[in-house]
């Protein structure tokens, strides 16, 4: 392993760390492929950056004019907040805050959790997730803007361990727009507040929903949706001609 208190900079050397971590402690990077990266201090990137994993324990920026990409699994213990561009290959588990300003996709899975309701996602660009969303144990997503979930989108309580932490899905303004193309389920002791904007099913194949309160809801799917228990839309329904089950 490679361990760095000050700045790092390779000056666009290639470096083979055959598997090694690579540990930053670091105030700015400026090289553009790591090993395993593991930001344990506050670090702004000065431009784009390859890593093979991500662990954010510390405070690491993206810029506005930055592009990061891992090509394998991120994990956000600390705070990650992205005014540019970053592409996750693999799975991203949130176990602090994950703030994205601009432009995420992720290809594997994410997770939201932890026991305090500081765990969270704000979304204010658009995020896309091509897997599933899971929100656990205190986890919390706001979504601000433009949430895409290819997968699956579900909210469950305790974890069999602690009682009483709940998960959180919150959208509140008028433009937002949340898209599922998997199931959603919400444990109907946590929280769903969907006071305004969107939430649009678009899969290809039928949906199932289980306790959904939202604003406007529209389903493309042309396999139509299938609900497990109630649903409430305080704002215009929308079905496009598609069909609903509610056996």
């Known amino acids: 392993s490679i361990t760095v208190t000050g700045d790092l900079n390779f000056n666009h050397n290639s470096i ?8 930053i402690n670091a105030t700015e990077l ?11 201090e506050s670090v ?11 662990y954010v324990f510390g405070n690491l920026i993206i810029p506005e004019d930055c592009t990061l990409l891992v090509h394998g699994d991120a994990s956000v213990g600390g705070t990650l907040t992205n005014n540019g561009k ?7 588990t949130v176990s602090g805050i994950l703030t994205n300003n601009n432009d995420i996709t992720i290809t594997g899975n994410v997770t939201v959790s932890g026991y305090n309701s500081s765990r969270r996602i704000e979304n204010n660009g658009v995020l896309m997730v091509l897997g599933n969303v899971a929100v656990k144990s205190d986890g919390k997503i706001t979504n601000n803007n433009k949430l895409i979930v290819c997968g699956d989108l ?4 305790s974890d069999g361990t602690y009682s009483y932490h709940y998960s959180y899905l919150y959208q509140s303004n008028e433009n937002a727009e949340l898209s599922i193309g998997g ?19 678009n899969g290809t194949e039928q949906q199932t929903v289980e306790n959904l309160n939202c604003y406007d809801l529209e389903v493309t799917n042309p396999k139509g949706l299938k609900y497990l228990s109630s ?16 056996n």
């Not at 702004?44 to 994993?53: A, I, P, R």
């Open 154 to 157: 579900t909210g469950t309580d």
């Open 44 to 54: 702004q990137l000065t431009h784009s950056v390859e890593c093979d994993g991500l």
């Open 86 to 92: 970053i592409a996750v290959d693999g799975n991203i």
């Open 16 to 23: 083979d760390f055959n598997g090694f971590e690579t540990y």
């Open 30 to 40: 400026h090289d553009e492929v790591y090993g395993i990266l593991c930001v344990n």
């Open 183 to 201: 199931n959603f389920s919400w444990c109907s002791q946590s929280y769903c507040y969907i006071t305004a904007g969107k939430v649009v099913f």
């Open 231 to 246: 649903i409430t839309v305080t704002g215009d329904l929308n079905f496009n001609h598609n069909s609903i089950d509610f």
